[in-house]
């Protein structure tokens, strides 16, 4: 197939017709310029996925950083060595075992009537207006909103909360002037102060929150430091925000191209669950992970040298029909599973059922509480490489 470059991956509204392409003619292939490889089967992400001692995680945070400036890359949060989303077993093993004490059914069960209850403020001012914008009003605050409860913020400071993660999350393409980058590194000193003083009060006071259960946390005596509490809580803002903020979005936006599906829902909540797993799979928010090739890797008779960036095609691999026939219809019926959505192996989603439970009761809430709503102008992708989601999706409510 004819040469094809990381832009392809990025900008594009329907990347699916360029993913079949690859799983077909180029299962294994290598970009251009800059000499990225991608695997596009589901039977090779899996693999991937599988062989961590192959294909590591370690390094891949240093990817996202490519152009955006020193001192951002020098200061992230989330490059800190205590998190473990990037880090490779022992050390990941270790940190996993430990964050997974705090993602307990009973810890996620607690959430659910804080879910509802969060969701349902969205929702009221979404009422008082005639037109609404579906990521803006709901799907983005609602996730970050959340987390920070789950974090055990306190409620009045949730402006400072989303600006300083803002601030943490940067990772521009582009440039920034000196006076940017100063704001950027003033927000997160504030934020890290911020949590090393939660951190100190819920090691002396426990509460029922996140915080408190992580430095409680206990795995046959080892313990996690404040660093790796701080850490941890880090990356659970950053991979539970907006990959949830997308399942909504993306999910809604489904919904709405399958209006006799949208009749069927609303009339049997039941089937909720069905839909939010099939809107994993047929648009999940996450698009691709990369790991890097610890020694030479031969996949599908293609051998990749060592320390070479390999990129799985998550969303090609939940089209793949070879796992997942009519791929490309959306169909809350189908029995087969294991959709890759939210990866699969030693990584697989610490946050998965929060995530699910988060989905159903959005879904649940909206078509409760609004009978009647359609679209109100174009849905925009977002050009993003590692995410697949809406910049807005415009609605009005049909009185
Ligand atoms: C629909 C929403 C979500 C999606 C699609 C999603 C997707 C993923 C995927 C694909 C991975 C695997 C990364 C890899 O293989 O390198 C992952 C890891 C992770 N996710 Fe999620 N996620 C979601 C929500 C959440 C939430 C709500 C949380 C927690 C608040 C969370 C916490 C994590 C953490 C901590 C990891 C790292 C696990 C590890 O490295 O062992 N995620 N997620």
């Known amino acids: 197939m004819a040469t094809i470059d990381i832009s392809s991956l990025i900008n594009t509204d329907d990347p699916y017709p360029l993913f079949a392409e690859l799983r077909e003619r180029a299962p294994v292939k290598q970009l251009e310029p800059n000499g990225w490889w991608v695997v596009s089967r589901y039977e090779d992400v899996v693999y991937a996925f599988k062989h961590p001692e192959l294909l590591e995680n370690g390094r891949t945070m240093t990817i996202y950083w490519s152009s955006s400036d020193e001192r951002l890359r020098e200061d992230s949060p989330i490059n800190n060595k205590a998190t473990m989303a990037f880090a490779d077993p022992p050390a990941h093993t270790r940190i996993r075992k430990l964050l997974m004490t705090a993602f307990v059914p009973r810890a996620v069960a607690r959430l659910e009537d804080r879910i509802r209850a969060i969701t349902n403020e969205y929702i009221d001012q979404i009422l008082a207006k005639d037109e609404f914008d579906l990521m803006a009003d709901l799907a983005v605050p609602l996730p970050i909103t959340l987390i920070a409860e789950v974090l055990g913020v306190d409620p009045s400071l949730r402006a400072d909360f989303k600006r300083w993660s803002d601030a943490s999350m940067v990772m521009t393409q582009g440039t920034l002037t000196d006076a940017e980058v100063d704001a950027i590194l003033a927000s997160r000193r504030e934020f890290r102060a911020f949590f090393q003083d939660i951190i100190r009060d819920r090691r002396a006071r426990p509460r029922e929150d996140m915080i408190s259960d992580l430095c409680q946390a206990d795995v046959d005596g080892d313990r996690l430091t404040s660093e790796e509490v701080h850490g941890l809580a880090m990356i659970l803002l950053t991979a539970g925000g907006q990959t949830t ?155």
């Open 245 to 399: 903020t997308h399942m909504i979005g993306n999910g809604m936006n489904a919904l709405l191209d399958h209006p006799e599906l949208l009749q069927e829902i609303r009339a049997n909540p039941a089937l909720i669950p069905s839909f939010v797993e099939e809107s994993l799979r047929y648009e999940g928010p996450s698009k691709m992970m990369p790991r890097y090739t610890t020694q030479e890797v031969t996949i599908r008779g293609v051998t990749i040298p060592p320390d070479q960036i390999v990129i799985a095609l998550l969303a090609s691999a939940n089209r793949d029909p070879a796992q997942f026939p009519d791929p490309d219809r959306f169909d809350i019926t189908r029995e087969q599973r294991g959709h890759l959505g939210f990866g699969y192996g030693i990584h697989f989603c610490s946050g998965a059922p929060l995530a699910r439970m988060e989905g159903r009761i959005a879904f649940e809430e909206l078509l409760r509480r609004i009978p009647s709503f359609s679209r109100n102008g174009k849905s925009e992708w977002l050009p993003y490489l590692g995410l697949r989601g809406l910049r807005q999706l415009p609605l009005k409510i049909d009185r």
